[in-house]
């Protein structure tokens, strides 16, 4: 379960941001998780916990919101949030799991893809035509990202 090494590095950048605030407890933690991230969120909730049993962060709400997944035109450079069905969603994840090496998402790298747009793009051309130009060809922006979006501290 990759999600637990997860847990125990967002803990870790938790505890660092906790540390330059001297604070006394971590409240809650808010991240970002792209729509077709292989992270489980219940999982990665369920990790949470455990790692953080005993450290500053114990009992602190962790907040997860699924973000879509955005693209850009290499035809006009129009930027787009594409809404991916379910089963095409699951089709990605398919291609992604078998046809590429999977990088570990980071709590650091926000605005950087962090998966092969090969495997990705494939599940996303059936899908994506560009609103503006009805190009096919395209970037994507985000895919599996992970962002930490705020820490709440009792100081």
Do not use: Q, W
Not at 6 to 32: C, G, H
Not at 74 to 84: F, M, Q
Not at 99 to 124: A, R
């Amino acid at each position: 379960m990759h999600e637990f090494s997860m847990a125990e590095e967002l803990l870790d950048v938790v505890k660092v941001n906790a540390a330059a605030n001297n604070a006394k407890k971590v409240t809650s933690i808010k991240i970002r998780l792209s729509e077709i991230s292989s992270v489980t969120p219940d999982a990665l909730s369920f990790s949470f916990e455990a790692v953080s049993k005993g450290t500053i962060a114990e009992d602190a709400s962790l907040i997860i919101e699924r973000s879509p997944v955005v693209v850009r035109c290499r035809g006009c450079g129009l930027e787009a949030a594409v809404n991916i069905p379910e089963d095409a969603i699951n089709k990605i994840k398919d291609i992604e799991g078998h046809d590429h090496e999977h990088l570990e998402p980071h709590f650091f790298n926000c605005s950087v893809s962090l998966l092969s747009n090969g495997g990705i793009k494939g599940g996303l051309e059936d899908i994506f035509n560009c609103n503006n130009c009805s190009s096919k060809d395209f970037d994507i922006i985000n895919s599996d990202e992970i962002c930490l979006e705020k820490v709440e501290l009792d100081v």
